[in-house]
């Protein structure tokens, strides 16, 4: 069974900041991390491979650098990585991005096998879309799971996959038909330890490097920012909060009455929270 990972390289959140005369974000300095919502779908992949067998294929798009986060994939435990990378993929919204992992996942089914799954974390920390997962899905007609909290059951052999699927009000559980398409929520995993075999492999490894030519892509007006309807007018920093933080009087209470005497305080200054509470308590 072949399992391929979409990755993202992203700058670490914690350190973004913006500019503020130009208002965009400041990269220069900022050190880039995986996705972390990623490292739920390769822990996932690795996992299925690990019982059911076969490969797990990392791939991302991005600058050069983003081999750094190829490596540390491989460091976890993928058994190959393929990096995506060409100057004409440069300001790819979330349309344009889809387009050319779709190309190159359509390639890497004709280089190293099609893939039976293919997973992605729900979103990334810079882009919050999560449109890309589906995009991909939809332009190569696979069956998409979004919002899986955990793969129930695999069956190879019978092609079919069962999982459950967060969604507002509970669970669902689905099942479909592989090949699949899958993104993975947070929380549901914990990406494993990379062995010192493994390390040493993702060191030696090579990595293959695609640009737009060699994935196949024939039509560059898809790309880039020809293939960008998106247009961000702006980028800003929220301001600060002008009141501060309250801390309620409840270190002379007992323990029982602290709950009662912290939920009445918040009903006293936010009386539309507990009107709120008794309609729906009552069903309306």
């Not at 300095?29 to 690990?50: C, H, K, S, W």
């Not at 990379?194 to 695609?210: F, P, Q």
């Amino acid at each position: 069974m072949h399992i391929v990972v979409c990755m993202k390289q992203v700058p670490d959140s914690a350190q973004i900041r913006v500019h503020p005369v130009t208002n965009t974000i400041m990269r220069q300095g900022v050190p880039t991390i995986i996705n972390p919502y990623d490292l739920f779908a390769l822990e996932e992949a690795m996992r299925l491979r690990d019982q059911f067998g076969g490969e797990v294929t990392v791939l991302t798009m991005g600058p050069p650098m983003a081999e750094d986060s190829l490596r540390k994939a491989l460091t976890f435990g993928a058994d190959r990585a393929v990096l995506l990378t060409d100057r004409t993929f440069a300001g790819s919204d979330t349309l344009a991005t889809s387009f050319a992992l779709a190309s190159a996942l359509s390639k890497i089914g004709e280089v190293f096998g099609p893939p039976s799954l293919v997973f992605t974390g729900k979103q990334t920390i810079d882009g919050d879309t999560a449109q890309v997962g589906p995009g991909i899905a939809k332009r190569l007609a696979l069956h998409q799971l979004t919002y899986v909290a955990r793969i129930v059951a695999l069956d190879p052999d019978a092609a079919t996959i069962t999982v459950e699927r967060r969604a507002e009000g509970g669970i669902q559980v689905l099942s479909t038909r592989l090949p699949a398409l899958i993104t993975m929520l947070e929380g549901v995993n914990e990406i494993r330890r990379g062995t010192l075999e493994s390390a040493y492999r993702a060191a030696c490894a090579e990595i293959v490097i695609w640009n737009a030519a060699a994935a196949g892509i024939g039509d560059l007006g898809k790309c880039g920012l020809r293939g960008s309807p998106t247009i961000v007018k702006k980028v800003f920093a929220p301001s600060p909060r002008a009141e501060k933080v309250q801390q309620l009087p409840t270190a002379d209470l007992p323990a029982e009455a602290v709950a009662e005497s912290v939920i009445r305080e918040i009903f006293k200054r936010q009386p539309a929270i507990e009107g709120d509470l008794v309609r729906f308590s009552a069903g309306q």
